[in-house]
């Protein structure tokens, strides 16, 4: 406060202030308030708008207010000097000032800026938004500040497209707003073990694991207990794509309908998991999740995908899986082939073991040696060389073809 009379003014006004913490005065209200624009004015007269300055005159911040009364005004529930609290707080501080003592407990300064004639409350409450945890499941919701709509899934927001809408029977109508923090918080699937089905309609029901929309084969949904479970409607175009994934690698599963079986999730195949290395691993470590029987049948019998590159956890051994084979790769092979630039999926050493006997990939595997141009697909057991008509539109693709070391392919019989 640059006025020496005023400065006078709140000293003297500080006893009072001390008093005035338990008074009705002390607390800002609209009829003596200032709007942020008016406070930036009474900062330049004060301070030149630095809200951190402490010159060593005994005031302090954007606003040059006494420690005393600071305190007296209730200013060290943000900082201990007010030029260590941010600006906001510090106008916070002094509509509490304003409400007291008035426009006069900053002279000349606070008349220049007319802070005795604006009354308007310089951080207004927003409308208060409901917290999505107290929102039923179904209810659409969206942030005032964007577009998108989600519905509630279990504590979920599940993204709603705009050709969801008329199929399946979204009424925007009945959108409610939450903070759009709370928005962009809500996680995008609903947790493990929900069951759900197409909002538009169809018999098809299905169990959210890891973010993936596992089918439930009919066999599967009484006696997997998913009968006894809410069904929930979630988006379509959601629910095709949840319904395309599969869990993510490394989520282990177990059959829902019990057995002491135990798998791990790679690339889509469900790897079974041996006895041994349930506790060696650490597999137990993670959460097991039940999935339908049908379908963790059909994932267990899945070939790896091609390509995919794999170890054990106790073996620098790296191999790569052609057809159902897992191939062993020399550190040439694994840089010189490109397979150093994708993951590397620890896998149950046993499950690998059995696919490192295999005695050749599955047929009609396609393989390729490095600096060799001719492509070889697997029959029988044995190779033939394919030719270049066999690829294109329609036909087979050069994307799956395996690039494998050219010792599998030259221990392969011509067919």
């Known amino acids: ?30 009829a003596s308030a200032a709007s942020v624009a008016t406070w930036d004015k009474v900062a330049q007269c004060e301070s030149t708008n630095n809200w951190s300055i402490n010159t060593g005159n005994g005031y302090y911040g954007g606003l040059q207010i006494l420690k005393s009364t600071w305190d007296a005004y209730g200013g060290k529930q943000y900082a201990a000097y007010p030029h260590q609290a941010t600006k906001q707080q510090q106008i916070l501080t002094a509509e509490k000032i304003l409400a007291g003592q008035g426009a006069g407990a900053w002279g000349s300064c606070g008349s220049a800026a007319g802070l005795a004639y604006d009354h308007a409350d ?19 919701v969206k942030s005032p500040n964007g ?4 519905v509630m899934i279990k504590g979920a927001g599940v993204p709603v497209a705009g050709s969801d809408v008329t199929p399946d029977h979204y009424d925007l109508g009945k959108i409610v707003l939450i903070e759009d923090s709370a928005f962009n918080a809500l996680p995008s699937a609903p947790p493990a073990g929900t069951v759900v089905h197409d909002q538009a309609g169809g018999p098809s029901r ?36 949840a319904a395309a994934k599969a869990p993510a690698n490394g989520t282990v599963v177990m059959d829902q309908s019990g057995g002491p079986a135990r798998y791990v999730m790679v690339n889509g195949t469900a790897v079974s998991i041996s006895g041994a290395e349930w506790t060696a691993n650490g597999y137990n470590q993670r959460p ?4 339908p029987t049908s379908w963790l049948a059909a994932a267990a019998a899945k070939q790896l995908v091609n390509g995919t590159v794999v170890k054990k956890a106790d073996d620098p051994t790296v191999y790569v899986m052609a057809g159902g084979k897992a191939v062993t790769l020399t550190w040439s092979d694994f840089t010189g082939l490109g397979y150093d630039k994708r993951p590397l999926e620890v896998i149950p050493g046993t499950w690998l073991g059995t696919a490192v006997a295999k ?24 190779k033939r060389a394919m030719t270049a008509d066999e690829f294109g539109p329609g036909k087979l693709s050069f994307d799956d073809v395996v690039s494998v070391p050219a010792a599998l392919i030259t221990g392969l019989p011509t067919a």
Not at 1 to 25: D, E, I, Q
């Open 359 to 382: 005695t050749a990939p599955a047929d009609g595997t396609m393989l390729l040696a490095q600096g060799d141009a001719t492509v070889w697909q697997v029959t029988g057991g044995k």
């Open 1 to 30: 406060m640059s006025s020496t009379a005023r400065k006078k003014s709140v000293l003297l006004a500080t006893a009072t202030a001390l008093l005035a913490l338990a008074a009705p005065l002390a607390t800002s209200t609209t």
């Open 288 to 291: 097991e999740m039940g999935v």
């Open 122 to 140: 310089p951080y207004p409450s927003g409308p208060t938004y409901p917290s999505p945890s107290s929102l039923a499941d179904g209810t659409l």
């Open 147 to 150: 577009p998108a709509v989600k």
């Open 206 to 241: 299905y169990v959210i694991i890891a973010g993936a929309a596992l089918h439930i084969g009919a066999g599967d949904w009484t006696a997997n207990g998913y009968n006894t479970l809410p069904d929930m409607g979630v988006p379509t175009a959601w629910l095709q794509a």
